[in-house]
């Protein structure tokens, strides 16, 4: 299947500070890219879907200058967590999808805020 | 509002049996199904898909078998061995036009553990 890299695997910040997560497919070219989050012991939850070359289309509930997306080339799309808190510590997972529906996962981000 | 259920959390299966896992879901718009398999702090891995307009789909040991009419669907492992022991998620997408359009929809997941 197709690859899709997920960086960093882990990040450890304080509260206040600003997390960038990238999401790179890595053998083919992503015009729409997806986040999720997993909480502990529950499914994967969209966040957003990422469109290369304009602007990302937020779930109901998600805070989009919280949640800061950006899709610039279709390769890579990255997550930014502003101001991040305590709250926001959680498993951040990216997919993209070569064109059909079968979506590639990335391996995936755990965010720590102390 | 689930949309998709996964209604058993978790099934133990001996090595060399078959593992059946179960999906149900409400949304008659969903037109194309998935199944991944998850370990801890990995993302998803993509294992079997089936349209709507199949009812069996066999991949090697992974079959996936749908029923529209009951809008169930069922991931069957045989044989089953002990590195299939994971978190098997369904997924569900709508290939139609509008906000939900290309949109996976996970089940909660079921653990399976395949002993020796």
């Known amino acids: ?114 | 509002d689930q949309q998709v259920k996964q209604n058993s959390p978790s099934l133990s299966v001996q090595e060399g049996r078959i593992s059946i896992l179960n999906c149900d879901y409400t949304n008659s718009m969903f037109d194309y199904f998935l199944w991944y398999k998850k370990y801890p702090a990995e993302g998803p891995t993509f294992l079997i898909s089936i349209s709507s307009i199949k009812d069996k789909n066999e991949d090697g040991r992974f079959t996936v078998f749908l029923n529209k009419s009951a809008k169930h669907l069922s991931l069957h492992i045989v044989p089953s061995q002990p590195g299939d022991s994971a978190v098997y998620f369904c997924a569900a997408i709508s290939s139609a036009g509008g906000t939900s359009y290309g949109k996976l929809t996970f089940g909660q997941g079921t653990i399976l553990t395949v002993h020796p």
């Open chain 1, 1 to 114: 299947g197709a690859v899709v890299s997920q960086h960093p695997s882990r990040v450890i910040c304080k509260s206040g500070t600003s997390v960038k997560i990238e999401c790179r497919s890595l053998d083919f070219q992503a015009t729409t890219m997806f986040w999720y989050r997993q909480f502990p012991k529950k499914s994967l939850m969209l966040m957003a879907t990422s469109n290369e070359g304009s602007k990302a289309t937020y779930e109901q509930g998600v805070e989009k200058d919280k949640f800061l997306i950006n899709h610039a080339s279709l390769t890579l799309s990255t997550l930014t967590v502003t101001s991040a808190h305590p709250e926001d510590s959680s498993f951040y997972i990216c997919s993209a999808r070569t064109g059909g529906n079968i979506q590639y996962f990335g391996a995936g981000t755990r965010l720590s805020v102390l």
